[in-house]
């Protein structure tokens, strides 16, 4: 499922414009300019699903490095201090990598 189909596509390329500069990214500010906080629960789980590139049904750190690509094919990579940082604020269990569970109530934040 392309991530457009649930979200406005202009503001996926206003924020990814936003953070455009390495170590500028702040999820929190992220999901509210792509208008994900105010989605339904579902719309959250398609969302994950789709950065959930391996199908695991977690966002493992390695995937989460490439996240604004799962917005836009054009969004960047994030860099290392930035992906630790969104590991650190999502994975409240401490197993390296984010459920889906986490994903929502970090989104909801």
């Known amino acids: 499922m392309a991530m457009s189909r649930i979200l406005n596509t202009d503001d996926i390329k206003k924020a990814l414009d936003a953070f455009a500069v390495a170590d500028s990214f702040d999820h929190k500010k992220f999901f509210e300019m792509v208008g994900l906080k105010t ?14 590139a391996d199908n695991s049904g977690f966002i493992e750190e390695e995937e989460l490095k490439f996240v604004l690509k799962g917005f836009a094919k054009d969004g960047r990579d994030l860099t290392d201090k930035e992906t630790k940082a969104f590991l650190k604020a999502a994975d409240k269990d401490g197993d390296g990598k984010i459920g889906v569970d986490e994903f929502a109530a970090l989104v909801k934040e």
Request: hydrophobic share 45%; no cysteine.
């Open 39 to 52: 989605k339904s629960a579902d719309d959250v789980k398609k969302v994950f699903t789709v950065l959930d």
